[in-house]
């Protein structure tokens, strides 16, 4: 049996940032397609010009750089208007998407009247009915049609690879309206032709969509396509089991990013909330593309905590290894070395947070002098150089037999020396970093 590798997309509207939201759409479109050996779309839905940008679109593609996805394929909708269309043009031809006259006022007059009987609000198709001359009586009025699709007749019925069996009754639904009176299309259309054309087997996203997917089908079948297979998430809430759209702004990528989290923590957060699965630190997207699994995405909302995440963020420092984030080190003018990454990693919260202990080692440290007898003893008692890992327990050893002191006696007046901060690293991996120069210049209360 051959297995077609599929084709997925992400589609976002470059009329703002992304948030964890749909990154974690983002997340598992690409998961899924690096899992299967198949292609991921970027698609611009910028059919909206007054709220698209440039900048936006640059923005985006710049948050899915920093979470490590990567495109196949990129496409803008708005270059794609032909297609649209054409298609728009061959639903009119096969009478499946019909000119409406009704103004926003009409309707809403008549849906009032519906409910107040009893009745499901569902547009009536009063427009199917209008003769020619209706139309034109109406179009020499100023009116211009919007557009709707005539829903076929019968339930719609597909098997979500999230939700399981789903069902839409046909009788429940109005058609839906496609093209506005100016023109312009509202999603579902360009969506629909846009997957066709990009061969779409999978279309990953958020559940807040499941209520266009009957249509959608509909539409790929009167377009004469297959539908594709859909997967639809359960949407991210707070801890609270809120929902997170008030703080979305808060929780873009852009802002993470800023604030220092480790896009890898991001990553396998939004890969396993929900699911069955434990949130650990991972060292690249490998594992979770391994673990990508619709089956085990449950359909329980996914409590996304900010604090969660930062904790997953510094343990996913704290394994990092020093070929991880060498690159980064060194951007930051913070690259000692393995023996400095490996010695102050389990010490950060933040990347940047290897700055501080850079300057502890290499830069200008006002030792802070607790006892200076005693801290003058520790002076002389300095072994020679080379240094290593093993110095500080022979240095201190000897100091705890000539000065009778141990435990935090002996070494915290030590640590205040050498490094000024009350707690850090480990200091027998900071010793040789700092060097017998500086650490005897600290103990006789020099900076250095
Ligand atoms: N542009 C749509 C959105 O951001 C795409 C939805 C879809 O994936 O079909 O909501």
Not at 72 to 88: G, I, K, T, Y
Not at 399 to 417: D, Q
Request: aromatic share 6%; proline share 6%; charged share 25%.
């Amino acid at each position: 049996m051959s297995v077609v590798p599929p084709v997925v997309r992400f589609a976002p509207s470059p009329t703002g940032r992304l948030h964890v939201g749909n990154a974690r759409a983002a997340l598992f479109n690409w998961l899924f397609a690096r899992r299967h050996g198949g292609a991921f779309v970027l698609r611009l839905d910028d059919t909206d010009r007054a709220r698209s940008t440039d900048a936006f679109a640059r923005g985006i593609q710049d948050d899915l750089r920093w979470l490590g996805l990567t495109w196949d394929r990129l496409e803008s909708q708005a270059a794609r208007v032909e297609h649209h269309a054409a298609a728009r043009d061959r639903l009119i031809a096969a009478g499946r998407l019909y000119p409406c006259y009704e103004t926003a006022t009409e309707l809403d007059f008549r849906r009032k009247r519906l409910i107040a009987s009893g009745k499901p609000p569902v547009y009536d198709r009063a427009a199917l009915r209008l003769t020619d001359a209706d139309r034109a009586r109406l179009e020499a009025e100023g009116r211009r049609p919007h557009w709707r699709f005539r829903l076929g007749a019968g339930d719609v019925a597909w098997d979500d690879l999230v939700r399981g069996a789903q069902h839409v009754d046909g009788a429940s639904q109005s058609d839906p309206v496609l093209v506005r009176e100016d023109g312009t299309y509202l999603y579902t259309l360009p969506s629909v032709v846009d997957d066709i054309d990009f061969a779409i087997t999978h279309v990953i996203r958020g559940e807040d969509h499941v209520t266009n997917t009957a249509t959608q089908i509909q539409l790929f079948n009167a377009l004469g396509a297959p539908p594709p297979a859909f997967a639809h998430l359960p949407l991210l809430t707070d801890a609270a089991g809120g929902g997170l759209s008030k703080r979305a702004g808060s929780l873009s990528l852009g802002d993470l990013r800023e604030d220092g989290i480790e896009p890898l923590a991001v990553a396998g957060l939004l890969a396993r909330l929900g699911t069955a699965d434990p949130v650990v630190p991972v060292s690249s997207l490998r594992p979770l593309i391994d673990g990508v699994d619709f089956g085990r995405a449950g359909r329980a909302a996914a409590r996304f905590s900010e604090d969660d995440l930062r904790q997953l963020s510094a343990r996913t420092l704290h394994q990092a290894g020093y070929d991880d984030v060498r690159a980064r080190l060194a951007s930051m003018g913070a690259d000692l070395g393995e023996t400095f990454w490996l010695a102050v990693r389990g010490n950060l919260s933040k990347l940047d947070d290897a700055s501080q202990w850079v300057a502890v080692i290499g830069g200008v440290t006002v030792p802070v002098v607790e006892d200076a007898p005693f801290l003058l003893a520790a002076a002389e008692a300095l072994p020679a150089e080379p240094w290593d890992e093993t110095t500080w327990k022979t240095w201190t050893g000897a100091l705890a037999g000539a000065s009778g002191r141990k435990g935090k006696a002996l070494f915290h007046p030590l640590r205040l020396a050498l490094t000024a901060c009350e707690n850090g690293p480990e200091m027998a991996r900071l010793l040789p970093l700092i060097g017998r120069v500086r650490v005897e210049a600290r103990l006789r209360g020099r900076t250095a």
